[in-house]
């Protein structure tokens, strides 16, 4: 049904541009007809096509009442490329309803002569003009293009045409700045740049502190805050950009605050240090919808070259574009239409559309007998955003167990509009990397209708990092997403907490991953648990969210002090705390103190954690991978590890207290390390955990769970810990 509809649309679009119009130049051989937006056809580019006589050379533009227009030859190399028009005159036509044909049209006519000379177009620039409430400047590129999407579609914006990107026409109302405090003038300039030859060229501007972004081909190329290469007198450039010998389109837009100057765009060669000069030589960026071209001796055999088929579409935050085409089917078969790619490759069908890369649009190709008609693959005018598409991640651990592998789950969320082929034609490609950001691993899998794309993957002992491409032909529609892979080598690293997301100095997730548990590596290259040889003091960390991070009016009473006296041994005891007042992912409290524990450098580490997690619903089993990451972290960093079993305490459920008990004893037993077993010997003295959190005062209003360790509880911890350390720090 939509096919066919694409193709009623086609031709439709072939009569109402076609030969009933009468040749005005009845001298002419050929004879394009194009139609136009009313809105934006005051100034026009019109491709010529290619395989046509070269000697055709001079063109003159009548509207369809045979008023002239202005019309000015652009060659290339000797040879005719385009016409730009001024379409200002050009006639309106009443729209089709069942079509919604565009509503002006006219005519342009080749003829074969000497090639006079032209003067360029008056105000081949096209400028844009809206007014916006802003109550903070955007800073940066992403930022400006950020908030151009979020503008509503419907918001007024008056369009006129100027001389200069950087300059405004002579309307009075365009010429006065904005009043109101937050009232700031959105200006969007529109023109193409038409390059002889291929070059580096760095664009700028003199202002410095006014908000402006130049768009090359829709990829930002130069802003405010990127010209840091300095101009003379005042403004600078930014970093040279590779352009080829043709037509680029340009976008300068600024962002004007009450009383700011307009800022002019320029221009200079690579190397040169000059002040640099406006862009030139400039043609229209507006192209026609539709384009037939007819020959004087076969006018009732026009060969069409539509415009109207393609629909160019670019995701959000990037500036990929891909072009989505309605393949024109002529049921005749008597000119057949084919599309290639910028390098020539033929383009397939597919469902009766075509998918071209993102930044291309395609060769159009008609035949029609021994005569072969084309369109080059040119890039058009692309708006900066038209739609959105987002992608996360979910379900990623946080701890990664030994020989586990890494899985979670990449949604995309596309927008409605977004074509089903795009969707399915996309891929997400997983890139592992080392330190140096060299690939060690790829693998692609297909995207979903769903958008949801589950991945498993075995990360290589050398990746560092992870990264997400969602790709189409190959090519980044989205940004990448990294994730950064901890190792118990890089433990030290500063970490952060964002939005309940542990991350790391770039802002990026991290997923911590154990190494393999090699018994006999970890036994055999364990730190020993010992007094110094010197006699100076051990030097002792906790990592403890029992007691700790707690405190309380009613109790006093220091951990460090008090394993620092009960202690036989000269001791010097730091203490870190593994626990915080945020609802933290359940990993995250003990991984981030475990970075301050390795910066301290101490002798020995005692890892009491575990509590907060178990309260609030974390399983042993769960646990125990963070367990052995803490352990390894440890061993690496040459610190002695000692692990804890932790006691009961209220809100904790009897069974698990037991089941974590057992599985921490018996990690301590596999690989050779000190354990202090506080549940067995409060299962032993009889200690009642209740009794622990009882206040001075009375006041049992408050549930136990919540409350402090008093100092009751927080001596017997010390004292059971410090007389364990006495039995193993024997000589």
């Given amino acids: 049904m939509l096919r066919n509809l694409a193709i009623l649309l086609f031709f439709v679009a072939a009569m109402a541009i076609g030969a009933e119009v009468p040749w005005k130049e009845a001298e002419a051989p050929v004879r394009l007809r194009a139609s136009a937006d009313p809105r934006t056809r005051l100034r026009m580019y019109l491709p010529v096509p290619q395989g046509l006589d070269p000697s055709l050379n001079t063109v003159s533009a009548f509207t369809d009442k045979e008023e002239s227009m202005t019309a000015v030859p652009v060659f290339r190399e000797g040879r005719l490329i385009g016409v730009a028009v001024d ?43 809206r007014s916006a409430t802003l109550t903070a400047r955007p800073f940066s590129s992403d930022e400006i293009l950020r908030y151009l999407a979020q503008l509503p579609a419907k918001e007024k914006m008056e369009w006129a045409p100027c001389t200069a990107i950087g300059g405004l026409p002579d309307i009075k109302n365009w010429l006065t700045p904005p009043k109101k405090r937050f009232t700031v003038a ?8 038409n390059l002889e030859q291929d070059g580096q060229w760095a664009f700028g501007s003199e202002e410095t502190n006014v908000t402006w972004l130049l768009l090359v081909d829709g990829t930002p190329a130069a802003s405010w805050r990127e010209a840091t ?56 960026s507006r192209v026609p919808f539709s384009l037939t071209a007819t020959f004087r001796d076969s006018p009732d055999k026009p ?8 629909h160019p579409i670019q995701i959000r935050e990037t500036n990929a574009t891909i072009a989505c085409i309605r393949v024109p089917q002529d049921t005749s078969e008597t000119h057949p239409t084919t599309f290639r790619a910028p390098d020539g490759t033929p383009l ?65 969320q596309w927008p409605e509009r977004l074509s089903p082929l795009i969707r399915e034609a996309c891929i997400c490609r997983l890139d592992e990397l080392d330190g140096e950001g060299a690939t060690v691993a790829s693998q692609s899998l297909p995207t979903t209708r769903t958008g949801e794309i589950p991945f498993a993957l075995s990360p290589s002992e050398k990746t560092q990092r992870l990264r997400i491409h969602i790709q189409f032909s190959e090519k980044d529609i989205l940004p990448p997403m990294d994730i950064r892979l901890i190792r118990p080598e890089q433990a030290n690293l500063p970490l952060f907490l964002r939005s309940k997301q ?32 010197n006699g100076d003091a051990l030097r002792l960390a906790v990592l403890d969210d029992v007691i700790t991070p707690f405190h309380s009016v009613s109790a006093d009473a220091s951990l460090k002090a008090l394993l620092e006296q009960e202690t036989a041994a000269p001791l010097e005891v730091s203490c870190h705390p593994a626990a915080s007042t945020l609802e933290t992912p359940l990993e995250a409290e003990a991984l981030m103190g475990l970075s301050a524990l390795l910066a301290a450098q101490p002798d020995a580490a005692l890892l009491c954690v575990g509590l907060r997690p178990f309260q609030r619903g974390m399983s042993p089993e769960q646990w125990t991978p963070v367990l052995v990451f803490l352990l390894q972290s440890c061993h690496t960093a040459g610190i002695a590890p000692v692990l804890v079993t932790l006691p009961k305490v209220p809100g904790y459920p ?27 010997q409060q299962m032993i003295q009889g200690e009642a955990p209740t009794e622990w959190f009882k206040l001075p005062s009375g006041d049992d209003s408050r549930p136990l769970r919540s409350r402090a360790m008093n100092n009751s509880a927080r001596t017997w911890w010390a004292a059971t810990c410090a007389h364990a350390l006495d039995t193993f720090l024997k000589p």
């Avoid at 060969?303 to 393609?310: G, N």
Wanted: with cysteine.
């Fill in 654 to 680: 009897a069974e698990n207290a037991y089941r974590a008990a057992r599985l921490t004893k018996e990690l301590a037993v596999a690989v050779g390390l000190p354990v202090i077993d506080l549940y067995s």
């Fill in 502 to 533: 542990l991350v790391d100095a770039e802002g990026l997730p991290v997923v911590f991953i154990c190494n393999k548990l090699n018994i006999n590596d970890l036994q055999k290259n364990r730190p020993v648990l010992a007094r110094p040889a």
């Fill in 348 to 412: 397939a069908a597919a469902n009766g559309r075509i998918l071209c890369p993102p930044g291309f649009l395609p060769a159009i190709e008609v035949h029609q007998g021994d005569t072969i008609l084309s369109l080059p693959a040119d890039l058009y005018w692309q708006e900066p955003i038209l739609v959105r598409a987002r992608a996360s991640l979910s379900g990623l651990p946080m701890v990664l167990p030994p020989d586990a592998p890494l899985s979670a789950i990449c949604s995309i």
């Fill in 87 to 129: 379409a200002t005159k050009a006639e309106h036509i009443a729209p089709q309803r069942a079509t919604n044909l565009p509503a002006t049209s006219f005519s342009v006519y080749l003829k074969a002569g000497a090639a006079a000379e032209t003067t360029p177009l008056p105000a081949p620039v096209l400028v844009a003009k």
């Fill in 186 to 193: 959105i200006l969007q300039w529109e023109a193409k740049l």
């Fill in 229 to 284: 290469r300095p101009r003379p007198e005042s403004g600078g450039f930014a970093a040279p950009v590779a352009l080829s010998a043709g037509l680029h389109t340009l976008q300068f837009i600024t962002v004007l605050r009450p009383e700011e100057p307009i800022p002019q765009c320029l221009m200079r060669p690579a190397g040169d240090e000059g002040p640099g000069q406006p862009p030139t030589p400039l043609l229209p």
């Fill in 303 to 310: 060969i069409v070259l539509s415009r109207m088929a393609i």
